[in-house]
């Protein structure tokens, strides 16, 4: 696609339900790379895809969270027994491999959830 | 330690003011790269400049320009003659030579008072 999708846009789900949050790369980008901003926060890393490669999940929060990405395209991030501090926007961002350090990333519009 | 860090929270001016947003960074990497983001609130984050740590050129881009110096660690961004549609918050980050992610501040968030 022309741009990073994600999807949905917005979410409201109760407290201890899982919610699951997809992302959709543009074509070609090999990296990808889960981010979460919370209210007047900055973005805070979560996980990181490169190809084949073991992603790398040293900014997961806690072992409710978890990500895979399927056939090097398609990632979906996984909430598990959501919690009020939950509550974000997912922001989902490509990059080509190896350019990522000097071009940066392609970020989507992010899915807004809000766990009651 | 905060590596990137943006200290005004928030700023309003009014229409055709100038405007200064200021980010401060922290490495030990020789080689990095900074950036500064727009998020308006459409929710999606825009690009809108790079610089590499080996080049200190000031740049000027329509409104927009960037003042780099390496002596204070800072990279800050300004608006000349801010208009309504530069309202939105702004992160700075910083992308290492080493490692997975980048580094963002925790924003500025920007009112354009017409």
């Known amino acids: 696609g022309a741009g990073v999708s994600q999807s949905p846009s917005n979410k409201v789900t109760e407290k201890g339900k899982d919610v699951e949050l997809r992302c959709d790369p543009i074509?070609?980008?090999?990296?990808l790379y889960w981010y979460r901003q919370s209210l007047g926060q900055g973005l805070e890393f979560l996980i990181y895809?490169?190809?084949?490669?073991?992603?790398?999940k040293s900014g997961l929060p806690s072992d409710r969270f978890s990500a895979e990405r399927t056939g090097g395209s398609v990632s979906t991030l996984t909430i598990q027994r959501t919690q009020q501090e939950d509550s974000a926007v997912y922001l989902c961002?490509?990059?080509?491999?190896?350019?990522?350090?000097?071009?940066?990333?392609?970020f989507g519009s992010g899915t807004r959830l809000t766990v009651v | 330690a905060q590596k990137v860090t943006q200290a005004q929270t928030e700023i309003s001016v009014v229409e055709k003011e100038d405007v200064t947003l200021d980010c401060v960074y922290e490495?030990?990497?020789?080689?990095?790269?900074l950036f500064w983001y727009k998020q308006p609130p459409s929710g999606e984050l825009v690009f809108l400049i790079r610089?590499?740590?080996?080049?200190?050129q000031n740049e000027i881009s329509g409104r927009y320009s960037w003042n780099f110096q390496k002596s204070t660690s800072s990279f800050n961004f300004t608006i000349t003659a801010s208009q309504v549609v530069d309202s939105a918050v702004y992160f700075c980050?910083?992308?290492?030579?080493?490692?997975?992610?980048?580094?963002f501040g925790t924003g500025t968030s920007l009112t354009v008072i017409p």
């Open positions: 961002a490509s990059s080509l491999e190896g350019s990522r350090v000097e071009y940066g990333y392609t």
């Open positions: 074509s070609g980008h090999t990296a």
């Open positions: 895809f490169q190809g084949n490669s073991a992603p790398d």
């Open positions: 490495t030990r990497d020789t080689t990095y790269y």
């Open positions: 610089r590499n740590s080996f080049d200190e």
């Open positions: 980050a910083l992308s290492e030579g080493t490692g997975n992610q980048f580094y």
